[in-house]
């Protein structure tokens, strides 16, 4: 009898016998269909995907010389089919003068936001000054890929010695900066908004202006976003974030 045999049946186990027990679904064999599509563990995501919080979503970072204007709706969902809740603050301070926004599923995009924002205050604390909009973001990308969050697609922006940064952080840990940036289930309705009104030129109060824009451009058809909007200004002077219920509040107009 090997060590690995079953004292009751006789049987030898299979697998590791100090491995945790899976539910149904999970690590099954396949049953035919395409990649994911019909093994045991994409049934088990898919029936996952019923009861996850997530936030649809569409949110905005646009930089400009004086600063960064980062927009988002405030929609959650169950599954992309029910409104679970209709305040959810997307966006948040991570960094004296920076913020990240939360996109994906709930629980994974809060978490993610709580292990960048004491990485940053480690380091403040360490280095004695905060750490760079830059290096926060290879950090961030860093910790996408190798990391267990779970569909996070989170926009970085932030104002340091540099100047003004806007990222969009991928799934698979890609860092990619650019003049302004869209993330979310609304990103094609946003752009769509932005691309023809967008100049570098512009102000902090006509970044905001556009950045609410074209939030409230995707809430128009995009299912997963909607009930208002949250906005944040970060300049060198810190961070403001606040909440309305009604996008036309929000304009700096």
């Known amino acids: 009898m090997s060590r690995f045999t079953d004292p009751l049946t006789g049987a030898d186990a299979v697998g590791d016998p100090t491995a945790p ?3 149904d679904g999970f690590g099954s064999g396949h049953s035919g269909g395409g990649s994911g599509a019909g093994d045991g563990t994409g049934n088990a995501r898919a029936r996952d995907e019923e009861s996850v919080n997530k936030t649809g979503t569409t949110t905005v970072g646009i930089a400009t010389e004086d600063g960064v204007v980062v927009a988002t709706d405030r929609r959650a969902s169950l599954g992309g089919r029910f409104v679970s809740n209709k305040s959810v603050q997307k966006v948040e301070q991570i960094h004296p003068t920076g913020v990240l926004t939360l996109v994906g599923s709930v629980g994974g995009a809060q978490s993610f936001i709580r292990t960048l924002r004491s990485e940053a205050d480690l380091y403040e604390v360490r280095e004695g000054e905060p750490i760079g909009i830059h290096a926060l973001a290879t950090l961030a990308g860093n910790f996408a890929r190798g990391g267990p969050w779970f569909a996070i697609n989170p926009i970085l922006a932030g104002v340091d010695d540099e100047g003004s940064h806007v990222y969009s952080i991928d799934p698979a840990g890609g860092v990619m900066a650019d003049d ?4 979310g289930s609304g990103m094609q309705l ?6 023809g009104e967008y100049d570098e030129a512009m ?9 609410v824009r074209a939030v409230e451009a995707a809430s128009e058809r995009d299912t997963g976003s909607g009930n208002g909007v949250y906005v944040a200004e970060v300049t060198a002077e810190g ?13 700096a107009e």
């Open 239 to 251: 961070v403001d974030i606040e909440g309305f219920d009604e996008t036309e509040a929000a304009l």
């Open 21 to 23: 027990e899976l539910a």
């Open 203 to 211: 102000s902090m109060a006509e970044a905001r202006d556009l950045a």
């Open 180 to 183: 302004y940036t869209v993330t």
């Open 190 to 195: 946003a752009h769509g908004a932005i691309e």
